[in-house]
T-cell receptor, first 115, second 118 residues
Framework: GQQLNQSPQSMFIQEGEDVSMNCTSS?????WLWYKQDPGEGPVLLIA?????ELTSNGRLTAQFGITRKDSFLNISASIPSDVGIYFC???????????????FGQGTILTVHP | GAGVSQSPRYKVAKRGQDVALRCDPI?????LFWYQQALGQGPEFLTY????????KSGLPSDRFFAERPEGSVSTLKIQRTQQEDSAVYLC????????????????FGEGSRLTVL
């Protein structure tokens, strides 16, 4: 099935460094989401973006919805060991009252943080 | 519990066996979703329920896959005559229904059921 193109596939960083990952698609999405998944757990929503060009922050996390609606990025500032995990972008094509949680996910970025 | 509960957490099946995976959504959540996550990949949409109505089953990979939610709460994903390619984590998610311009409400995922077909 279709998946978004997410990069990088993996990152190895030192504690305190900033991290950036992005997601691109050949299709337009009306909603972009970023999730984190820990081993043996389900994905947990980090940030949701609903409008092209929107820049949203959640603590040390910042995400942007690309102007073309075909891309998004996630930045993590001042990484800490508990940031370790797999980060997924997800897009939703629908909008408004007809939309629901039919999401298309990226392949994930595996983040390792060395103390 | 307060979250989405899935059982069993782990299932090993011999090729050709039928399996049933259960999902207990968060109380009061009318929307329920099943996703399939292969090793090293992101989740892929399988099917969606609003209450007991299955409104979208476009992601089910074959007619061996069947999902139901007869009373609008607990859901079961059944896989008949399992094949090795069915090995994956099956994630269930639920959300409150919403209307309006903001699009997707938050999906709350369960821990998943890991199926291994030998």
């Amino acid at each position: 099935g279709q998946q978004l193109n997410q990069s990088p596939q993996s990152m190895f960083i030192q504690e305190g460094e900033d991290v950036s990952m992005n997601c691109t698609s050949s299709s337009i999405f009306n909603t972009w989401l970023w999730y984190k998944q820990d081993p043996g757990e389900g994905p947990v929503l980090l940030i949701a973006l609903y409008k092209a060009g929107e820049l949203t922050s959640n603590g040390r996390l910042t995400a942007q919805f690309g102007i073309t609606r075909k891309d998004s990025f996630l930045n993590i500032s001042a990484s800490i060991p508990s940031d370790v995990g797999i980060y997924f972008c997800a897009g939703q094509m629908g909008a408004g009252g007809t939309s629901y949680g039919k999401l298309t996910f990226g392949q994930g970025t595996i983040l390792t943080v060395h103390p | 519990g307060a979250g989405v509960s899935q059982s069993p957490r782990y299932k090993v099946a011999k090729r050709g066996q039928d399996v049933a995976l259960r999902c207990d959504p968060i109380s009061g959540h009318v929307s329920l979703f099943w996703y399939q996550q292969a090793l090293g990949q992101g989740p892929e949409f399988l099917t969606y329920f609003q209450n007991e109505a299955q409104l979208d089953k476009s992601g089910l990979p074959s007619d061996r896959f069947f999902a139901e939610r007869p009373e609008g709460s607990v859901s079961t994903l059944k896989i008949q005559r399992t094949q090795q390619e069915d090995s994956a984590v099956y994630l269930c998610a639920s959300s409150l229904i919403w209307v309006g311009p903001r699009g997707t409400g938050e999906l709350f995922f369960g821990e998943g059921s890991r199926l291994t077909v030998l």
